[in-house]
């Protein structure tokens, strides 16, 4: 049942959302937040750490800092803070800091959230004032326009803001016409430290509007195959994602076998893992995938892949040197012994 809040939080906190379109259409994740005392607004702000340079400049800390320069006062004790996002640890213990009667916000933040999320400093009896909290107002906004932003930013990558790498081959969309390939699902990334510019792959069946709200179930093709095997997976009501590794499906594709390490598939791995939010439920791969996970700490289920009709297995692979990852791993991962399944 979705809770009922107060007109006054609702009101306020879209005050706080007009505050995070302005951080997204100036580049900047959008978080916003609105101080009020007394029924009346007092100060605004919204994230600004690539504008000032500065990792302190979230949306809360920039608008504290205007609220006490407007009340002469760095105490803010008869005020509430709205945020449209869960406050991280600092914004959390800055808020305590400045002693807020309130603190109201939007989406929750299951990665770095310090007000229920992760921790709760809020809860904490020994810190020596006590801010009320009240989540979850206008959540469903606050996270459309987080997702919308993230959605944006993989397409400006996917539209070839990402430059494909000289030693590297990326499928062509000519050799998807016609298949039944679910593009609407795909996404983009070539932010993981280990990728080194090359663009990685995955679908995600989950809604837009829960994507930063609910944990999925994370698929790992096989030796002979890519995401599209786990279309029936996809096409369920469990949310999935179905990651292609560098080298497969419509991931970027190194060109010289040796550029397929398995030290180096299994560190793109586990920063994709890290990446995905709220953190994967399970991983779920076929056995010969085994090494590569090794030190996961999530709960791991080997499953049979299914096959898929030869035209949709050949297509990401239009000639010899779009197969270098999946040669290099049929050679390396020889009978491996897989860890005993983790629940």
């Not at 007109?7 to 906190?13: A, H, L, N």
């Not at 205007?66 to 996002?85: F, K, M």
């Not at 406050?87 to 916000?105: D, I, Q, T």
């Not at 829960?210 to 599209?228: E, I, K, N, R």
Request: proline content about 9%; charged content about 15%.
């Amino acid at each position: 049942m979705t809770p009922v809040h107060s007109p006054e939080d609702t009101g306020f906190m879209q005050l706080a959302l007009r505050q995070a379109q302005a951080a997204a259409d100036a580049g900047e994740v959008p978080v916003g937040a609105v101080v009020v005392r007394a029924g009346q607004v007092i100060a605004s702000g919204h994230n600004t750490p690539m504008a000032c340079q500065d990792p302190t400049a979230h949306a809360e800390v920039n608008a504290m800092r205007a609220a006490a320069l407007a009340l002469s006062n760095y105490r803010l004790d008869d005020c509430t803070l709205y945020v449209t996002l869960e406050p991280c640890a600092m914004c959390s213990g800055a808020a305590l800091h400045a002693r807020f009667k309130r603190v109201v916000f939007g989406a929750a933040e299951p990665k770095t959230g310090a007000a229920g999320s992760v921790l709760n400093l809020f809860a904490h009896d020994q810190i020596n004032h006590h801010t009320k909290l009240t989540g979850g107002v206008l959540a469903d906004e606050s996270a459309q326009l987080l997702q919308d932003f993230f959605e944006q930013r993989r397409a400006q990558q996917h539209r070839n803001k990402v430059p494909l790498r000289e030693d590297a081959l990326r499928t062509p969309e000519a050799a998807l016409a016609g298949l039944d390939v679910p593009l609407a699902l795909s996404h983009f990334t070539a932010d993981l430290p280990a990728l080194e510019c090359l663009r990685l792959h995955w679908f995600d069946n989950r809604p837009s509007s829960q994507q930063f709200q609910t944990a999925p179930h994370v698929y790992l093709h096989g030796l002979d195959g890519w995401s599209l095997q786990y279309l029936s997976q996809l096409q369920s009501a469990q949310p999935v994602i179905a990651l292609d590794l560098p080298g497969f499906g419509l991931s970027d594709k190194p060109k010289k076998i040796a550029a397929h390490r398995l030290a180096w598939h299994a560190q793109v791995l586990r920063e994709f893992l890290a990446s995905v939010q709220p953190a994967p439920l399970a991983l779920h791969a076929p056995r010969a995938m085994a090494p590569l996970l090794a030190g996961l700490q999530l709960p791991i289920h080997w499953i049979e892949t299914p096959p898929l009709p030869k035209a949709l297995r050949d297509a990401p692979y239009p000639d010899v040197g779009h197969l270098a990852g999946p040669r290099a791993l049929s050679a390396l991962l020889v009978a491996p012994t897989p860890p005993p399944e983790r629940r």
